[in-house]
């Protein structure tokens, strides 16, 4: 089970390298309080391929 899940981040990490990440020109920043600070409505990902 370790080595599934080793395999399973190095596979997203090469994965994640050929995107790069940024937020939606929609995003309206609203915190929320909680024990951390988490987004009210959610955080928009765009992803591009690079």
């Known amino acids: ?3 599934a899940l080793l395999e399973a ?3 997203l990490s090469m ?3 050929h995107f ?3 937020l939606s020109p929609s995003y ?3 915190p ?3 024990s951390t600070l988490q ?12």
């Not at 987004?39 to 690079?50: R, S, V």
Request: charged share 15%; net charge neutral; glycine share 6%.
């Open 32 to 34: 929320f309080p909680v």
């Open 1 to 3: 089970q370790n080595f």
């Open 9 to 11: 981040k190095i596979a």
């Open 20 to 22: 790069s990440f940024g």
């Open 28 to 30: 309206t920043h609203a």
């Open 39 to 50: 987004p009210d409505h959610g955080a928009q990902i765009m992803l591009e391929k690079i």
């Open 15 to 17: 994965m994640l390298q």
